[in-house]
């Protein structure tokens, strides 16, 4: 019982425990740098000292702790009897576990807000797919059932569910107000709960105590939530009335749990396949986002483009097409967005292994907060951001580890994203660093960099990134030294070393053979197109189910994503172009109007 | 009638002034948000003579015209000294390219005269008004009209 | 030591529990009190409000590091917090 032991024997343990862990990151890094031959020793120390972890969690009932060391130290284990091999991939779950681990013990007594869900996923992952049935069995199956709520889950062994279940019992979740169910109905909690149980099994209970609140808070008649894991053998309809209950007290959980009988499999074997399955749906859910995204493009592109006459009916139905366009820009909002710590943990890794081969001690503590971001912001932010804290580190000359802090500040439309040394009070080299080519990466996601110096605060970097931005994904082609992205939506295929035998010309249009069709050639610049038999490669273009092939200089094969910015009043005549954008390198690129090219089609 | 309204203004002024051609022209300091001679302009393709083309200054893409053309007049031949004048027009940034960037100037409004129908071949219509220096006429450019397209009657 | 017995000896119910809370927050917010322990001698009922001056006084002692035990609780109340899973916050001792 946590009561047992008193605060001085917890503190032993978190601070024990933070310097393992910081040791077990050393040495997951130093595991996985040895490649093949891995030295046993090493991956039997980070074994005993995750044993150690999680038996003081268990003692001092850290249930987030205990639970997730446990998962940690099975995957070791399976890496120690030589049934995984510490890859990459393994270790990088691995240490996202141990990153959990330090955020627990950082904020011990008040972890509520923060899961193990995802990184237990994770881990339950490996060891499912390793281990075979016999052993599998004493690895605790427990199914989470959340509470309406949000704020509480029930979380039940497999076994008791299945049983309750195969008694033809239906599970329900009670919402109760012990002030206006009991004490405002003259009853007593006694006979409450005597009560509820002459109708069914209590599986489990639970007090919603911070709604109680504390002596200071808690005033008289206000409410205390309680909520009833209910198994019986009666329907809703008939628990209502015989508990007396409104429509909105219960709620039945059988759907979520139905698969624990039908259909008879075997437990792991089902985390396994529903590991894959939840894999198979992120891939397939992130193609669906950028089709999506795709598809909001073209239709931006087409109403950028829509002529805008004076005439009522036309203007009024662009009014629609625009509020549809708003609407669906506001969904497609949410849908890019993620939590800018599940993607920016991979510079506090990259910062550690830079670490660790510099053989330095650095680190990186990201306090990102609740902050949610565009996914495709973030991917490109961490390459700048770990190459800008790597100089950041650079100058520091003292041999006392550099702890740098990254923080997030949001400000309408904008993520302030700062770094700072942790402690300041270091020698630094100079008052500035040098990051040309990290602000031209920034520079092409609309974001810009700051850098200011204070005597007590050293060196401080901000990064400010907007995020109402118009993001094209298109593959970048060069034609006659300019540059141009063409959308992806509109790219079919593209072409290198042609056959000049497949070129066949027309008075003075040009078509390619490809896929059974001559498609015809479009003639992107106003000279002559025979100029364009010397291009040896070609990129398929579609728009509007027409097809035609562009000529170009140089293809880019692998897809970008482009940050629109809006041409100035002296261009927007221009009818080739639609927007333009930057480049890493700080080049500005074109995007095409693709209704122009498509009309040119002699 | 328009050149009178705009040359009725009070006050003092500070005049950047600068060469486009032989005309010496002048600017409302405040007006200007910055001078660069970064000439690493890209060129828009399909687009008129008197856009140079588009610069990334700093993270935003800047539209570059050359105001000699964009006056009538030849265009400007690429020299040491061509500078961009980056002012906020309409709420977007945009870069005049000019010839040579001179002293800045200052003046009263109210010693501001009519311009000329004709300035060094350029149109009087581009100008606020003149304004005399010592032994140089420094006509001023109003901005608007000269960003303003031809097309639209 | 800043441990404390108390002992209400009457039935924690609704008409009583303002003036035990009051006493209870005069002992941590005045004498400092962080460890309090309620002895439940003589206590046959505890009503709902009662059970949410437990659970506020157990609210007030974390914030504090503090710990709440309840000590001779009879075999119903006892019974009672159990089912209500109230041990999982707090000690419970039968007695």
């Known amino acids: ?602 | 009638m328009v050149s009178t309204q705009k040359a009725e203004k009070d006050g003092k002024v500070d005049l950047a002034t600068f060469y486009v051609g032989e005309a010496l022209c002048g600017m409302d300091i405040l007006k200007i948000q910055e001078i660069n001679k970064n000439m690493e302009i890209t060129s828009v393709p399909n687009s008129p003579d008197y856009v140079v083309g588009v610069l990334n200054m700093r993270g935003r893409i800047v539209t570059i015209i050359d105001v000699c053309q964009k006056l009538g007049l030849l265009k400007s031949q690429s020299t040491d000294t061509q500078r961009n004048i980056i002012i906020n027009s309409q709420n977007e940034y945009i870069g005049l390219l000019v010839d040579k960037v001179a002293e800045v100037v200052k003046a009263e409004w109210r010693k501001v005269t009519p311009p000329p129908s004709n300035v060094r071949g350029v149109q009087g219509k581009y100008f606020e008004g003149v304004y005399k220096k010592e032994n140089a006429l420094i006509a001023i450019l109003d901005v608007e009209e000269v960003l303003k397209d031809e097309n639209v009657s | ?95």
């Open chain 1, 1 to 602: 019982m946590n009561n047992l032991i008193d605060r001085e024997t917890k503190d032993i343990y978190i601070e024990e425990t933070n310097q393992s862990l910081d040791d077990i990151e050393n040495q997951l890094i130093t595991l996985e740098n040895m490649g093949a031959d891995i030295d046993m020793a090493v991956a039997k120390k980070i074994f005993h000292a995750m044993h150690i972890i999680r038996n003081g969690a268990s003692l001092l009932s850290l249930t987030k702790i205990k639970d997730l060391s446990q998962k940690i130290e099975n995957v070791l284990g399976l890496i120690c009897s030589n049934r995984l091999s510490p890859n990459p991939e393994v270790i990088n779950i691995l240490l996202q576990g141990i990153d959990r681990l330090n955020q627990l013990t950082d904020q011990v007594d008040n972890n509520e807000d923060l899961n193990i869900d995802e990184q237990s996923v994770l881990l339950t992952g490996l060891t499912s797919a390793v281990l075979p049935d016999d052993i599998k069995q004493s690895v605790t199956e427990v199914r989470d059932i959340p509470v309406p709520n949000g704020k509480h889950i029930f979380k039940i062994s497999e076994f008791n569910l299945i049983q309750v279940l195969e008694q033809g019992k239906n599970i329900y979740i009670l919402m109760y107000d012990l002030i206006k169910d009991v004490q405002e109905k003259n009853n007593t909690p006694l006979n409450f709960v005597r009560f509820v149980q002459r109708h069914g099994e209590m599986i489990d209970s639970v007090f919603d105590i911070k709604s109680i609140g504390t002596l200071e808070e808690q005033e008289f008649g206000s409410e205390m939530p309680y909520f009833v894991l209910l198994a019986s053998t009666l329907s809703c309809e008939q628990l209502i009335k015989e508990l007396d209950l409104q429509p909105y007290q219960i709620k039945p959980v059988n759907n979520v749990i139905a698969d624990l009988i039908h259909p008879k499999t075997d437990p792991h074997q089902k985390e396994l396949s529903s590991t894959s399955i939840a894999k198979n749906r992120m891939t397939e859910n992130k193609r669906r986002l950028e089709k999506l995204n795709a598809l909001f493009c073209e239709l931006k592109f087409s109403m950028d483009k829509m002529p805008c006459r004076l005439d009522n009916t036309s203007s009024l139905s662009k009014a629609r097409l625009q509020t549809v366009l708003l609407n669906l820009h506001d969904l497609l909002y949410q849908e890019n967005n993620v939590l800018a710590s599940k993607v920016l943990w991979k510079i506090g890794r990259n910062i550690r292994d830079y670490a660790y081969q510099s053989n330095i001690k650095a680190t990186i503590d990201l306090q990102c907060g609740y902050i949610m971001m565009d996914n495709r912001i973030l991917c490109r932010l961490i390459d700048p951001l770990t190459a800008i804290t790597i100089k950041m580190v650079r100058l520091v000359q003292d041999i006392e580890p550099v702890q740098l802090c990254l923080s997030m500040g949001k400000n309408e439309d904008t993520i302030a994203l700062t770094i700072s040394y942790a402690n300041p009070h270091m020698i630094i080299k100079k008052t500035h660093i040098d990051c040309h080519d990290e602000e031209k990466k920034l520079h092409a996601l609309s974001a810009d960099l700051k850098q200011t110096f204070e005597s007590d605060k050293g060196l401080t970097v901000e990064i400010r990134v907007p995020q109402k931005v118009f993001i094209v994904s298109g593959y970048r082609v060069k034609i006659d030294n300019y540059c141009y992205i063409f959308p992806k939506f509109n790219v079919k295929d593209h072409l290198a070393n042609l056959n000049p035998l497949k070129w066949s010309e027309n008075d003075s249009s040009f078509s390619f053979y490809h896929e059974d069709h001559f498609i015809p050639i479009v003639n992107i610049s106003n000279s002559d197109i025979s100029y364009y038999k010397n291009k040896n490669k070609l990129i398929v273009c579609e728009v509007g189910g027409q097809r035609f092939g562009v000529a170009v200089d140089e293809l880019e094969t692998k897809e970008l994503d482009a940050f629109c910015q809006s041409l100035g009043k002296q261009l927007a005549e221009n009818p080739l172009i639609i927007y333009h954008c930057l480049l890493d390198n700080g080049q500005i690129a074109f995007i095409p109007d693709m209704d122009y090219l498509v009309n040119r089609i002699s």
């Open chain 3, 1 to 95: 030591m800043s441990k404390k017995v108390i002992r209400p000896g009457q039935d924690i119910v609704a008409s009583m529990v303002p003036e035990f809370k009051k006493s209870l927050q005069e002992l941590i917010g005045e004498e400092g009190i962080t460890e309090i322990d309620i002895d439940l001698t003589g206590v046959e009922m505890v009503d709902s409000v009662g059970l949410g001056a437990f659970i506020a006084t157990h609210n007030t002692l974390s914030q504090k590091n503090g710990k709440l035990t309840v000590i001779h609780a009879s075999d119903d109340i006892y019974s009672l917090f159990k089912t209500m899973r109230l041990d999982q916050h707090f000690e419970i001792q039968q007695g």
